[in-house]
C-alpha cells in the first residue's frame, strides 16, 4: 500500500462510512453510487436538502435505482428534493423512470432538448424521461449558464451553472478569472456534436470548499470555459468527467482547477483511459500526493501504473458489490473522502488560503 499523506489522516468509520451522527449534521454529504460507469451522484445539505445528479443505467434488474434508494435510506433522505440531468446519454439519464417509481421527486433539471437525435438509445432515454415529466407530478426547470440553482437552498451552499446545451459562462465567476498559462500547451480537439458536447456542468459551493462536476463535457467545450482566461477558479474536488476517457478532462481544464481531490466515476471497463488518468494524476494539486485520486473500480485494462493505489478504489476485480465513496465537506473546506469498501475515511484539513 503506498504512503499515506502526511497531511491526511486515516481513521477507521466510527458510524456510516466514517461519519458521526453530528458530522454529519453540519456537513454537506456526497455519495458517489457505483453504477458501473455510468453516474449517479446523491448530495444532502446539513438543511437535509438533496439533489441527485444523473440516474444511472436503466435495466439490470432495477440495479441502479435500488442503490440509489439504497443511499437515500442510509443518509435519511425520503425523497430528493432535485434530480440534475446533466444530459441524456443512457448512462446518466436512462435509470429516470425506475427511480420515479421507487422515489419521490420533487423537481427535475436538465439543459433542455435533446440534441442528439441519430443515437437510438440516447432518443429512448430522452422520450422516457419525457414521460415521467409529463405524468404532472413534478417541477421541472431548465438551466443557462449563469444561473444559480435553487438545489440544496438553506444551508449555505451555492449551486452555479457553468455549462449547458453546448454554452458556458460568459464571464467568470467570482473570484476567478486568472490567465490560465495551460491553455499554450493544451492540445485542441474538435467537438463532438453529441449530447457531451451539451452536458449541464456546475460548480457548488459550500463556504470556502468548491466541487466541479461537468458531466460529460468534452475536450472542445471545456477550452472556452478555460481559454485564455479560467473562468472556474481552483477547486478542492473534481467529479472526473466522462468517467475519465480522453475526450474529456484537458489540461486546460484540470490544470487550471487544480483540484485537490479527483474522484472519478469509472466502471471496470469503462473509462478511466491512460492519457486522461495521467493528466488527472499528474495535475498540480494532485502530482506530489497520488492517493487523492479516487476510482469507483480497478480499472481491468489499465496496468498498476494507471490505478490509483487500492485503498482509494471502492470495489476491487471480483463479484459486483457496489461499494460507494463518500466525501463530507465542512464549510471551513476541510473534507474526508471514505471507502465503503474498507469503512477508512482519509481526513484533508482546509488548506491555508
Request: charged share 20%.
Amino acid at each position: 500500500m503506498k504512503r499515506l499523506l502526511a497531511a491526511a489522516l486515516v481513521m477507521t468509520a466510527t458510524f456510516a462510512f466514517g461519519q458521526t451522527s453530528s458530522a454529519k449534521s453540519s456537513a454537506l454529504n456526497v455519495y458517489f453510487a457505483d453504477v458501473e460507469g455510468g453516474q449517479a451522484t446523491l448530495f444532502v445539505a446539513p438543511s437535509g436538502r438533496s439533489l441527485l445528479v444523473d440516474t444511472g443505467w436503466p435495466d439490470h434488474d432495477n440495479r441502479d435505482a435500488d442503490r440509489i434508494v439504497e443511499l437515500c435510506k442510509q443518509a435519511g433522505v425520503k425523497k430528493i428534493d432535485d434530480v440534475l440531468i446533466t444530459h441524456y446519454h443512457i448512462d446518466h439519464a436512462g435509470g429516470i423512470p425506475q427511480l420515479a417509481a421507487k422515489m419521490p421527486i420533487g423537481r427535475f433539471i436538465d439543459h433542455g432538448p435533446n440534441r442528439e437525435d441519430n443515437d437510438k438509445a440516447t432518443v429512448a432515454s430522452w422520450q422516457a424521461y419525457q414521460k415521467v415529466l409529463a405524468d404532472g407530478h413534478y417541477q421541472h426547470l431548465v438551466a443557462r449558464p449563469g444561473d444559480v440553482l435553487p438545489a440544496l437552498s438553506g444551508s449555505g451552499i451555492r449551486v452555479e451553472v457553468v455549462s449547458a446545451d453546448g454554452n458556458v459562462l460568459d464571464k467568470p465567476l467570482a473570484g476567478a478569472g486568472a490567465e490560465n498559462r495551460a491553455c499554450a500547451t493544451s492540445p485542441e480537439k474538435p467537438v463532438e456534436n453529441s449530447e457531451n458536447d451539451r452536458s449541464l456542468g456546475i460548480i457548488v459551493s459550500f463556504g470556502k470548499l468548491r466541487i466541479a462536476d461537468l458531466g460529460d463535457l468534452t475536450w472542445a467545450k471545456e477550452r472556452p470555459l478555460m481559454c485564455p482566461l479560467n473562468k472556474l477558479g481552483k477547486v478542492d474536488i473534481y467529479v472526473v468527467s466522462h468517467h475519465g476517457f480522453d475526450r474529456s478532462s484537458s489540461p486546460a481544464l484540470v490544470d487550471a482547477i487544480a483540484p485537490r481531490v479527483a474522484i472519478m466515476d469509472n466502471g471496470a471497463t469503462k473509462g478511466g483511459d491512460p492519457g486522461a488518468w495521467s493528466i488527472i494524476r499528474n495535475s498540480p494539486g494532485i502530482k506530489d500526493h497520488p492517493g487523492n485520486l479516487w476510482q469507483l473500480h480497478t480499472i481491468l485494462h489499465n496496468d498498476a501504473a494507471h490505478n490509483t493505489a487500492d485503498s482509494r478504489i471502492a470495489n476491487l476485480p471480483g463479484p459486483d458489490a457496489g461499494h460507494s465513496l463518500i466525501l463530507t465537506a465542512y464549510r471551513d473546506g476541510g473534507f474526508s473522502v471514505t471507502n465503503q469498501r474498507t469503512g477508512e475515511a482519509v481526513q484533508y484539513p482546509a488548506r491555508s488560503r
